[in-house]
């Protein structure tokens, strides 16, 4: 999967992540967005996430899951919707890499909070699909529109396959600022609706999620990504 802020496609909540569709084609993978399908149902025991400059690691996490061997289907599909909000790694990061020039690392939804990955964070009307467990997690009823990742949607509901159209968007930087008292949702790049909190800002990357079945190491700061990681 990768999510590039600033394509002219919104991956917010639901699109992609509920179906499991392609999205893309493997030429653009690494450029704009992309979903392949047939990985999208490959069982995992571990994920990474990785920021990245036009195919060149910027940073990278690796976490193991709690529960191994699902695929992505099955941990963020249709059925898993409802009850969603699932803490699935444990222990933080079992790789963390960041490269000593990047820039941005104050607010990155991933980078810049500690904890575990925390999937289809649902909270009021609103849905997050991956969110860091040291960023602010919105309670179940909160209805902030607070709790800020990769894959966001306001104004929906959550626990089915609804899409808003006015408040989806790719990526939201960590941030406080509850609704109502504030309405100024500080975001990456222009890929969101057009809700009047959502302010487009400045893209840190493309972001890309890669799963594994054995290999808890990732490539490091400065090498170049492919569709499929050889170590």
């Known amino acids: 999967m990768n999510i590039n802020p600033a394509d002219g496609h919104i991956f917010g909540y639901t699109v992609g992540w509920a179906t499991g569709i392609d999205i893309g084609s493997d030429d653009e993978a690494l450029t ?5 399908e047939k990985v999208w149902v ?11 400059q036009r195919g ?3 940073a990278v996490k690796v976490f193991k899951f709690k529960v191994p061997g699902e695929s992505l289907s099955t941990r963020f599909g249709l059925k898993n919707m409802n ?5 699935v790694t444990q222990g933080g990061p079992i790789q963390e890499s960041i490269a000593d020039d990047a820039d941005n690392l104050g607010d990155d939804p991933i980078f810049s909070v500690g904890g575990d990955l925390a999937f289809n964070w649902a909270y009021g009307n609103n849905g997050c699909r991956i969110v860091l467990t040291g960023g602010h997690l919105s309670g179940a009823d909160v209805n902030d529109d607070n709790t800020h990742g990769l894959g966001n949607d306001f104004a929906i509901n959550p626990l089915i396959d609804t899409i808003n159209s006015v408040c989806a968007h790719d990526i939201s930087n960590i941030q406080d600022c509850p609704m109502p008292a504030c309405n100024d949702v500080r975001l990456q790049g222009t890929d969101h609706g057009t809700g009047s909190s959502l302010k487009s800002g400045p893209v840190y990357g493309n972001y890309a999620i890669y799963v594994s079945f054995d290999s808890e190491k990732f490539p490091l700061p400065g090498d170049k990504l492919s569709l499929k990681i050889e170590l």
Request: charge should be positive.
């Open 56 to 58: 060149v690691v910027d």
């Open 83 to 87: 009850p969603g909000r699932q803490i």
């Open 32 to 36: 704009k967005d992309y979903l392949s």
């Open 42 to 52: 490959t069982p995992a025991n571990c994920i990474a996430i990785v920021r990245h």
